[in-house]
């Protein structure tokens, strides 16, 4: 969320950070689209999914856009993404968003998996309501586009990495989360800052502190996205056949 709201105007405040205007729009009907919980067959495991890019939103709140492309980019069915790209992103989500017009910035979590959608980069999206089904989720679906307030100590890693979630609330941010660490109870958040960001643009969280960031009006959304085709060789192309395989007429 844009810092902190007006509720006669519902009008966000300004946030500290002009990178955070990550807005909070939810819809009841989410809760029919779940991921998956822990179970039997599902239980927890540690798992970080490569995502190879290391976009930048620079100065401007377009965290939602430029997180959506991140996870676009980021394994299974990786696709390239660019600025460009979390820039269309970004513009499409303030189109079809809650809020009048676009004389504002930032935008939700929820508009850019819509737009993401409409271009075809996903096929749907679900969502986790609970940091153990976040961690199943990471483990075994894919990364998760996560909404949360971003707090002070969250602006830059400490010396191991991490990221400490304490201090006042700079805005709302949406970031890629790649990574669960399941023995050390941690989950690791790749921004869109830039790779000189923290470690190689990336840092780790703990799992008691994005618990506490969730509860305060967070979320985490997955998405399924389409297979990649792979292109079938042309007969032009097939200059060295077997042996004894039959020739082309």
């Known amino acids: 969320m844009r ?13 500290l950070d002009p990178r955070l205007d990550r807005r909070v729009e939810f819809d009841e009907r989410s809760r029919a689209f779940a991921v998956k919980p822990p179970s039997p067959t599902r239980t927890l495991r ?40 979390a820039k269309a992103l970004y513009r499409r989500a303030r189109q079809i968003d809650d809020w ?21 980069l996903i096929n749907g999206y679900s969502w986790s309501f609970g940091i153990e089904q976040l961690a199943a989720g990471i483990g075994y679906d894919g990364c998760a586009v996560i909404g949360i307030d971003w707090l002070e100590k969250m602006e830059n890693a400490d010396d191991r990495g991490y990221i400490h979630a304490t201090g006042q609330t700079m805005g709302g ?26 470690v190689g643009g990336a840092a780790r969280i703990s799992w008691s502190d994005l618990e506490m960031l969730l509860h305060r009006q967070g979320e985490a959304c997955f998405a399924k996205k389409p297979a990649l085709r792979r292109r079938r060789p042309t007969a032009a192309a097939d200059t060295n056949p077997a042996p004894g395989a039959p020739s082309r007429p």
């Not at 890629?176 to 923290?198: E, K, Q």
Request: aromatic share 8%.
């Open 100 to 120: 009048p017009g676009e004389s504002y910035e930032g935008t939700s979590v929820l508009a850019a998996a819509k737009a993401a959608q409409e271009r075809g």
């Open 173 to 198: 941010h949406a970031i890629l989360c790649n990574a669960v660490d399941v023995r050390a109870r941690t989950f690791t958040l790749w921004n869109s800052w830039g790779p000189s960001w923290a």
């Open 46 to 85: 540690s798992y970080t999914w490569t995502v190879g890019v290391w976009l930048d939103q620079g100065q401007q709140g377009a965290c939602a856009g430029y997180s959506r492309a991140h996870h676009i980019a980021a394994r299974p069915a990786p696709r390239p993404m660019t600025d460009a790209d």
């Open 3 to 15: 810092g902190v709201t007006d509720e006669q105007t519902n009008t966000p405040s300004p946030p």
